[in-house]
Nanobody, 126 residues
Framework: QVQLVESGGGSVQAGGSLRLSCAVS????????MGWFRQTPGKEREGVAR????????YYADSVKTRFTISRNNADNTMYLQMNSLKPEDTAMYYC???????????????????WGQGTQVTVSS
């Protein structure tokens, strides 16, 4: 049974930092590319960051580039999202996702992402 469990969300003031974690079990973690998405009520889920299977390639949405850093540890099946200089517009439910089709999976769409976590809420106040 595949499980992705996010943690680390919370409330922070603008300019602050949070570190999200995604613990993975139930499959060969190192064979999957991983990503972070976020969603606010009434809006589509949007891609935030993506990382390759070995962690050597990373991709970011323009809105978070230079502020967020995605990383993974294949030894303990965990992925991270370090979020710095947070803004109120970063407020959202954050989801981790896994895909075994790393050629097709992208931040532009939720298509090709095979597994999802339940989400962790991030709230940034001004």
């Amino acid at each position: 049974q595949v499980q992705l469990v996010e943690s680390g969300g919370g409330s922070v003031q603008a300019g602050g930092s949070l570190r999200l974690s995604c613990a993975v079990s139930g499959y060969t973690y190192s064979r999957y590319c991983m990503g972070w998405f976020r969603q606010t009520p009434g809006k589509e889920r949007e891609g935030v960051a993506r990382i390759s299977t070995a962690g050597t390639r990373t991709y970011y949405a323009d809105s978070v580039k230079t502020r967020f850093t995605i990383s993974r540890n294949n030894a303990d099946n965990t992925m991270y999202l370090q979020m710095n200089s947070l803004k109120p517009e970063d407020t959202a439910m954050y989801y981790c996702a896994a895909s075994y089709n790393c050629v097709s999976a992208s931040l532009a769409s939720t298509t090709w992402w095979n597994y999802w976590g339940q989400g962790t809420q991030v709230t940034v106040s001004s």
